[in-house]
């Protein structure tokens, strides 16, 4: 066989494997691995959640792990300054970072790591503007993005996250500022900010691109509401859900799908126990899972509700853990 060119045909052009399925020799793979262009295996996705901190009587640093099947742990004894109204997003493909939220009683810009077994570090100097009710995701495959937030004024800033859990300084606000938002990965390798409070409940979302840039307003979908979760699930798609709407008298179960090119879906009827201020995560690969939260009676759950591969949520879960409201939660392992 003629072998004066990759994959042995008489062409200069280089066939990328990766894109072209049929039978190559050890040879002709080597040459691709080489290249760069010898397609890898597909990864796992994250296997589980973890949420953490929160506010119950007093400010917490409590976590729950969350299984590969969904099924909550209960307390692991808090690390790091108890803080609630932080964010959380997954990085480096099966860790997680928790970051900023308000502690005693000023908002902070800190940080702390979480270990592809669930095990969350001390607090790491902050790095950005302190503010809270901001949101988080996970993009680019194995990177993250803190944005939005209060800092005794509405903010847009962002601030990216490395595949090593570095967090950047603040970028300039895109979009409209805003808090109690909440954000998602979705598409594999992009974010989505959506709903929030400016000077009213807003529907708005903003996406994020593969090198975590933000895009301008797009115009509102479903029920304008602050206070939800977000989090992916089918591996390509993402799920807004529950809130608080109607100038802040009221809650809802309500959700919205995300589709894999991040056009937002209208209202789907809500499932389970109306709340807000709760947190969600990926697990399991494809599937979700909303937890914790609260009502506008002074009423805190411990409960949660699962989320299939097709985003359907599940009925309430009895809860598992301490009841609390203003928690964050990440995917992280891919084990």
């Known amino acids: 066989m003629v072998k004066r060119y990759y994959g042995g045909v008489m062409s200069a052009t280089q066939v990328n494997a990766a894109s072209n399925s049929g039978f190559y020799n050890a040879s002709q793979q080597m040459q691709a691995k080489q ?9 796992p996705g994250t296997q589980k959640a973890i949420f953490g901190y929160g506010f119950s009587s007093v400010n917490t640093a409590i976590t729950n792990l969350v299984s590969n099947t969904g099924v909550v742990a209960t307390d692991t004894a808090g690390v ?13 493909t099966d860790k997680a970072i928790f970051g900023y939220g ?25 790095v950005g503007t302190a503010r ?3 949101a988080a995701a996970g993009y680019g495959t194995d990177k993250a993005i803190f944005g939005y937030g209060n800092a005794d004024s509405n903010q847009s800033m962002t601030n990216l996250v490395s595949n090593t859990g570095v967090v950047a300084t603040d970028t300039g606000g895109v979009g409209t500022a805003r808090y109690s938002l909440a954000a998602a990965g979705y598409g594999g390798d992009k974010a989505i900010f959506g709903y929030g409070y400016a000077s009213a409940y807003v ?18 979908v479903g029920t304008a509401r602050g206070f939800p979760a977000a989090a992916g699930y089918g591996t390509d798609k993402a799920i807004f859900g529950y809130g608080e709407v109607s100038g802040g008298t009221g809650v809802t179960a309500i959700t919205n799908l995300v589709s894999n090119t991040g056009v937002v879906a209208t ?12 947190g969600a995560a990926g697990y399991g690969t494809d599937k979700a899972i909303f937890g914790y939260g609260g009502n506008n009676s002074g ?8 989320v299939s591969n097709t985003g359907v949520v599940a009925s309430d879960t009895a809860g598992v853990g301490t009841a609390r409201y203003y928690p964050a939660a990440a995917g992280y392992s891919s084990t």
């Not at 902070?108 to 969350?120: A, E, F, I, Q």
């Not at 529907?203 to 509102?220: E, H, L, P, R, W």
Request: net charge negative; hydrophobic share 35%.
């Open 80 to 92: 790091g300054t108890a803080r609630r109204g932080l964010a959380a997003a997954g990085y480096g």
């Open 132 to 134: 809270n009710g901001l």
């Open 203 to 220: 529907s708005i979302t903003n996406k994020v691109s593969i090198t975590g840039v933000v895009a301008t307003d797009t115009a509102g």
């Open 267 to 278: 209202d789907t009827t809500g499932v389970g126990t109306d709340r807000d201020s709760l």
């Open 35 to 43: 290249a760069n262009n010898w397609p890898l295996p597909p990864s």
């Open 299 to 306: 009423v805190v759950y411990s409960i949660t509700n699962l």
């Open 102 to 126: 308000t502690g005693a009683p000023f908002s902070v810009s800190m940080t702390n790591l979480v270990s592809n077994t669930g095990v969350v570090a001390t607090d790491t100097t902050g």
